[in-house]
């Protein structure tokens, strides 16, 4: 699968002296984007194999693993099952552009409390759920487990060997670890959380097998799903500027940590940067909702 690479030319690369290329996972596949097609790729297969005919999935209320899994699912002729975050959700989720997508595509919407949310990994809440909908086969929440990273170990290809550094924005942290067990000798990994706190450091160790990376953590905005005027400004800024829609949760994040770190000479001149475009732009609709609740500026579509 041929992704191509973006160079970005922007008047302060070019002072600064830092070539930098979007490898735009973003355009893999219209409904399931970047990261999502790669993690539920093998996941699918072993589901096949199996042979199971449901996939069940966790996930809030904007989140791209619930439109991903719902598209694949419908695609691959499977059922399925999204367990939501939030029951009052189960009175609005028609309003919400992720939901109603999710619905659309064929997924039957299970909404619980947002304390019995957090036992989702727990055996007695795994059996309810097979009490209520039989066998199925599970996807964690954000889709990240051992099969997850094989596909994500994709994403590089010969021809990325000449980047420096690979910049990748991190949820659960299946993709930046599929990066790292694929990066050559001589390049390193940055990873830049959408959540506050250092904990990923040890879910990444979980599956990367060398220590080629590091985390970027000032760049989360305040915590995952979190914006300000700010980064909505340089994210419509930077679709101007290059044509790239970048999503506010992830990517927008990641790519304004590393145009500040350029402007801080982070990088030395010459260095040179793929940042991986992880998609999530079914996102923007959803965050439109809740700016315009703020009175904040709105994302360009």
């Known amino acids: 699968m041929n992704i191509p690479n973006q160079h970005i030319d922007l008047p302060l690369l070019r002072e600064k002296g830092v070539a930098l290329h979007i490898k735009r ?5 219209p409904l399931i984007s970047g990261n999502k097609y790669r993690k539920l790729k093998y996941n699918l297969e072993e589901a096949q194999k199996q042979g199971h005919s449901t996939l069940l999935t966790f996930g809030g209320a904007f ?11 419908k695609e691959q002729g499977f059922e399925t099952i999204g367990v939501i975050r939030g029951e009052e959700l189960a009175h609005s989720w028609q309003d919400n552009p992720t939901l109603a997508l999710a619905h659309q595509q064929g997924m039957r919407l299970h909404f619980v409390s947002r304390g019995d949310y957090r036992n989702k990994n727990e055996a007695p809440f795994r059996h309810n759920l097979k009490e209520r909908f039989g066998e199925f086969y599970l996807l964690p929440e954000g889709g990240t487990n051992e099969l997850a990273v094989r596909g994500c170990e994709e994403i590089l290809t010969e021809t990325d060997a000449g980047f420096d550094h690979i910049c990748c924005a991190v949820g659960t942290g299946g993709t930046l670890a599929g990066l790292i067990n694929s990066v050559k000798e001589g390049q390193s990994v940055l990873g830049f959380p959408a959540l506050k706190g250092d904990f990923l450091n040890d879910d990444i160790r979980t599956f990367a097998r060398n220590d080629r990376w590091r985390l970027v953590t000032d760049y989360h905005f305040g915590g995952y799903a979190k914006v300000d005027r ?36 982070v990088f030395p001149k010459g260095t040179r940067i793929l940042a991986i475009h992880t998609g999530g732009l079914q996102g923007i609709l959803g965050m439109n909702l809740v700016l315009e609740k703020k009175n904040l500026p709105l994302l360009e579509l």
């Open 25 to 29: 996972e973003d355009t893999i596949h």
């Open 63 to 73: 989140s791209n693993h619930i439109a991903a899994v719902a598209c694949a699912g």
């Open 230 to 265: 700010e980064l909505v400004a340089f994210i419509n800024r930077f679709r101007d500027e290059t044509g790239i829609p970048l999503d506010p949760i992830y990517t927008g994040k990641m790519l304004f940590g590393i145009f500040d770190l350029v402007k801080q000479d």
